[in-house]
Every structure is written in structure tokens, then in C-alpha cells.
């Protein structure tokens, strides 16, 4: 079972938000195929374009534990997840959070796709922290906190509308 998580909110002197439990995404009814042989349909047709296949190798890993410096396939680290699913999908990323976001091509909040990295920061206001894989419907996986497996989160959580720093969409080399 997969749930929408809510951020701990660690140093803030904002009240804790009540966390609520979002309907499950619905699940694509498509044939599975292996995750490092993407079909036709997610290869990108040019520079930019989305691809699925990353959406869909993220939501395989929740319930996967956080485990930092892991990437995968059994644990994950916060970039160590992206940089897993991007491989599994044919696309090379780099491996750490800031170098993931001064790479790929940016996209605005509103363009989001499935497969685009999202942005976030934490402690460091406007510097990205840490990244997550936008799925749809404004909600995006990511393995953030090392006490929850890899889940998935509600972007539109004011947390994550406050630390939202942009998002990227990279392509097949």
C-alpha cells in the first residue's frame, strides 16, 4: 500500500498539518516490460521530451528503504533513487542533487509531465536539497527521510509549495 507523505517539519514554528491519505494513483493497465528495455512509446522523439518510463521505475521502488549512499535496487538515497530510474529508463544522469538540477532542460511548474525531476530544498532556502520524480497529479516519489521507505509526496502540501525550487526533464543520450 502506498501512501501520500507529508515532510516532518523538523525547525519550523509552524503548526503540524494533519497528514491525510490521498486515493492511490490508479496504476496503467499497459504490459509490464522490463525496466531497462523502455518500448518505443518512452524513447523521446527529441531533446526534452518526457519520459514515462522513469515515472513508472519510481513507483516499482516504493516501500524500498532509504539508505544513504544507496542506489539501488534494494535501498535508496535521495539522488541514488533518480539516478536508478533514470539508468533503468536509458538515460544518463548524474549522480548528486545539485549537479542533477544544473543539468537536463528546465521546465515550468505548470509543463510538469510524468518522468520530470522535481526540486525541493530544506534548509538552504532556494538551494536544491533534494529531488523527487514527478508521476502526475501533483504528486512526485522520492526516498527523503531515512526513518520512511521510499514513498510518494503531495506537491501541493504547502511545504513542498514553499520549498519548491523548479524542475528538470531529461532526455535518452
Partial sequence: ETTTTEPEQETTTEPEQETTTEPETPTTTEPETPPTEPDGEDEPSEPG???TGVAAAAQAQLGKPYRYGAAGPDAFDNSGLLYYCYR?????????????YNQGTAVEKDAL???????FWSENEGNPEFAAIYIGDGICIAARQEDKPVSELNMTYPYFE???????RYSAD
Avoid at 544518463?92 to 542533487?97: A, D, E, F, N
Avoid at 514553499?162 to 528538470?168: D, S
Fill in 49 to 51: 521530451e518526457p519520459v
Fill in 113 to 119: 509531465q510524468p518522468g520530470d525531476a522535481v526540486f
Fill in 88 to 100: 533503468e529508463a536509458g538515460i544518463t544522469v548524474p549522480r548528486r542533487t545539485g549537479d542533477l
Fill in 162 to 168: 514553499e520549498h519548491y525550487v523548479g524542475a528538470r
